[in-house]
T-cell receptor, first 114, second 111 residues
Framework: DGGITQSPKYLFRKEGQNVTLSCEQNLNHDAMYWYRQDPGQGLRLIYY???????QKGDIAEGYSVSREKKESFPLTVTSAQKNPTAFYLC?????????????FGSGTRLTVV | QKEVEQDPGPLSVPEGAIVSLNCTYSNSAFQYFMWYRQYSRKGPELLMY????GNKEDGRFTAQVDKSSKYISLFIRDSQPSDSATYLC???????????FGTGTSLTVIP
């Protein structure tokens, strides 16, 4: 089955540590996204990538970094510069051919600072 | 003003009730409108997708778009406990691929 795989499901980070969240898709979608979800704030866009080796900042990119070396993979690094990283992180992919689209989410990674 | 406004609830209804979930938006250029359902600690899944104004029905779910009022709705008939989730509205511009989400409405259907 095609889909998006996020790992790990739960992640704990110590103060001052960088951590990387994995996102892999086998849908052959071009565009991929990272969102952060906090209670009462909905989904906020961190970074997105429309093609390999290119990515753009979203609304809350500070303290995060990404790479897009392969079409299938879009890992997110939460750096020590992100002061409040505890949240639920969602990866999504998207394709649009002018008539139909697909926007699929992964199952999420819950990051907690300890 | 946010691009998309959605009442966060929580909304609690008895089993079998008709549920109405709503979003308003400010950008008249939005063309595609979606509803996602998100169970606790899971990723959102697409429920309904509509283009421009009108109604779309799928089983117990009906999505309605009123572009003149910048208002979209999701109706759930004969609600079931399994419908208990957070419902997110989303919309996208005609030429864009960035989605604008509402904050989500938490729904509980009581058996």
């Amino acid at each position: 089955d095609g889909g998006i795989t996020q790992s790990p499901k739960y992640l704990f980070r110590k103060e001052g540590q960088n951590v990387t969240l994995s996102c892999e898709q086998n849908l052959n979608h071009d565009a991929m996204y990272w969102y952060r979800q906090d209670p009462g704030q909905g989904l906020r866009l961190i970074y997105y990538s429309q093609i390999v080796n290119d990515f753009q900042k979203g609304d809350i990119a500070e303290g995060y970094s990404v790479s897009r070396e392969k079409k299938e993979s879009f890992p997110l690094t939460v750096t020590s510069a992100q002061k409040n990283p505890t949240a639920f992180y969602l990866c999504a992919s998207y394709t649009w051919d002018g008539a139909n689209y697909g926007y699929t989410f992964g199952s999420g990674t819950r990051l907690t600072v300890v | 003003q946010k691009e998309v406004e959605q009442d966060p609830g929580p909304l609690s209804v008895p089993e079998g009730a008709i549920v109405s979930l709503n979003c308003t938006y400010s950008n008249s250029a939005f063309q595609y409108f979606m509803w996602y359902r998100q169970y606790s600690r899971k990723g959102p899944e697409l429920l309904m997708y509509t283009y421009s104004s009108g109604n779309k029905e799928d089983g117990r779910f009906t999505a309605q778009v009123d572009k003149s009022s910048k208002y979209i709705s999701l109706f759930i008939r004969d609600s079931q406990p399994s419908d208990s989730a957070t419902y997110l509205c989303a919309m996208v511009l005609r030429t864009g691929n960035q989605f604008y989400f509402g904050t989500g409405t938490s729904l509980t259907v009581i058996p």
